[in-house]
């Protein structure tokens, strides 16, 4: 089990690059699922590594994404967000409405969003 603070951690480097993804993203992706009547967005584990900071604790995003779901996953369905590998690849799957609503958001907003939600929660 991750510790409450490693997992804050964890959570501040996902926040963090799931941020800046969307401000170089989020655009463009509402534009093409307004146009296919998307609900849902999937993006690639390997698309927000490239906003990764490692500065922030973890050399790969991948390693904060695994610390954050070994604590539990019902934050992510509170969410209603979903991880899936596909053809050997692990997808983060959003509702339009988080990017819509988080286009510019800070990596505070985000992260203080994911709180929220329950994640880093001690499991009962």
Known sequence: MVAMGE???ALRTFANALAAYLRV??????AISSLTGQRD???ALRAL?????PSLGYPLLSEALTAL???GTSWLDNLGWKVILRE??????LPLSF???FLNASED????????????????
């Open 41 to 43: 967005v999937k993006i």
């Open 7 to 9: 997992c804050i951690s």
């Open 49 to 53: 590594a490239r906003f990764h900071d």
């Open 109 to 124: 907003e985000i992260l203080n969003y994911l709180l929220r939600s329950g994640a880093c929660r001690e499991s009962k």
């Open 69 to 71: 779901i070994s604590r």
């Open 99 to 101: 990017i819509e609503k």
């Open 25 to 30: 993203n989020a655009r463009r992706t509402l």
């Open 88 to 93: 050997n690849e692990v997808h983060l799957v």
